[in-house]
């Protein structure tokens, strides 16, 4: 109770609080590399992030805020996706484009490879297109579903003129030449063109035919917003039997956005 008298005077409470804040953010960080060290000592990489991750759910409805940010920090520096996505919408992180970077190449580092198309998107919002277009060209080859509109959507609003014009063609002529690999992509760029639907599903639907899981996401997405939610659902789990981690994320996250059957 002294020290506290003695920082009396004006502003003593706010140099209290920024005292207790330091001290509690330093007791958050603590605690959340103590149980980091020993949940990946005691479990394998994916049950250990997960253990993070539900005690971070745990902090968070306890009002343990300082703690739970900090453990979803250890999770998303391990490459954990779910982590990601919580900490980027933070307060005091979803304000700070600087902060959600460092979330966003940490993570990447760590081999979470649905950052690279959010860190993409981040980048061209700061102003980068150079770097969002490296960015977007690594995620599309990892397989990132997201990361095909994602990409149409810059070519879109940030690309030269004609380029989304021109980048269609291009996916077209390696179509016809037999590259199977254009299919996904030639699709989602056709998804955000003006008045060329009908075109995307006639291209994702050959896709889905040549049994192309990330087509078949993309169907199922377009198909979805058309409620024909019965097909929909079938494509999804057609993807569940036979897809990379990847395009199940994305087929998962797309069944629970539209409640599609099982």
């Known amino acids: 109770m002294h020290g506290v008298a003695r920082i009396g005077g004006m502003g003593s409470r706010a140099r209290w609080a920024a005292i207790v804040d330091r001290l509690s953010s330093s007791y958050a960080e603590t605690f ?7 949940a ?23 009002g343990e805020h300082a703690i739970a940010e900090a453990l979803y920090r250890k999770a998303a520096e ?4 779910r982590a990601v996505v919580k900490l980027v919408n933070w307060p005091g992180i979803r304000e700070d484009p600087a902060a959600m970077e460092a979330v966003y ?10 950052s690279v198309a ?27 579903v997201n990361a095909l509109t994602m990409y149409a959507a810059f070519l879109r609003n940030h690309g030269e003129p004609g380029e989304l ?12 030449a037999g590259d199977t690999g254009a299919l996904p992509i030639l699709g989602a760029l056709l998804l955000t063109a003006p008045q060329r639907q009908v075109e995307a599903e006639a291209v994702l639907r050959r ?38 981690d990847l395009v199940r994320s994305y087929a998962e996250q797309l069944a629970e956005e539209y409640e599609l059957s099982s």
């Open 105 to 114: 190449r940490a993570a990447i580092t760590a081999g979470d490879v649905q």
């Open 118 to 144: 959010s860190l993409a998107a981040l980048r061209t919002r700061q102003g980068d297109t150079a770097e969002a277009r490296v960015l977007f060209t690594k995620a599309i080859e990892s397989g990132d």
């Open 165 to 176: 014009n021109e980048a269609m063609e291009h996916r077209r002529r390696q179509m016809e």
């Open 32 to 38: 959340a590399a103590e149980f980091a060290r020993v």
């Open 78 to 81: 391990a490459g954990d996706d």
């Open 207 to 244: 896709g889905a035919a040549l049994l192309e899981n990330r087509c078949r996401c993309l169907l199922a997405a377009l198909l979805s917003d058309r409620g024909a939610t019965g097909e929909a659902a079938e494509l999804v789990r057609r993807v569940r039997a036979t897809g990379d």
């Open 40 to 62: 990946f000592r005691r479990a394998r990489r994916p049950r250990a992030i997960a253990a993070l991750v539900r005690a971070a759910e745990e902090m968070s409805a306890e």
